[in-house]
Nanobody, 122 residues
Framework: QVQLVESGGGLVQAGGSLRLSCAAS????????MGWFRQAPGKEREFAAA????????SYADSVKGRFTISRDSAKNTMYLQMNSLKPEDTAVYYC???????????????WGQGTQVTVSS
């Protein structure tokens, strides 16, 4: 198993930036593909970004492409989401997830963090 803990959320004005972190413990971090998902109030959880086990393949939702960057540091067992040019519609709880397969699908991920709140004011 792997345990995931997100951090870095907060309140930011539109146009600002935040960097989320996801610290992993337990089994080998490199064994897992990783992803970021988000859930806005009253909406279903949706895909934001994913990164392969080696870090050489990434994928982004159209809504965040060009503004968000996913990365991972195996030496620190940590995944990141750099979020720039934030918009009010990016407001959501952001969750990190780990799974055996690189995927944009929520159901492909076996382990989840508890989430971190991101609020973007207009």
């Amino acid at each position: 198993q792997v345990q995931l803990v997100e951090s870095g959320g907060g309140l930011v004005q539109a146009g600002g930036s935040l960097r989320l972190s996801c610290a992993a413990s337990g089994r080998a971090f490199r064994s897992y593909a990783m992803g970021w998902f988000r859930q806005a109030p009253g909406k279903e959880r949706e895909f934001a970004a994913a990164i392969s086990r080696s870090g050489d393949i990434t994928s982004y939702a159209d809504s965040v492409k060009g503004r968000f960057t996913i990365s991972r540091d195996s030496a620190k067992n940590t995944m990141y989401l750099q979020m720039n040019s934030l918009k009010p519609e990016d407001t959501a709880v952001y969750y990190c997830a780990a799974g055996s397969l690189f995927s944009v699908r929520l159901r492909a991920y076996d382990y989840w963090g508890q989430g971190t709140q991101v609020t973007v004011s207009s």
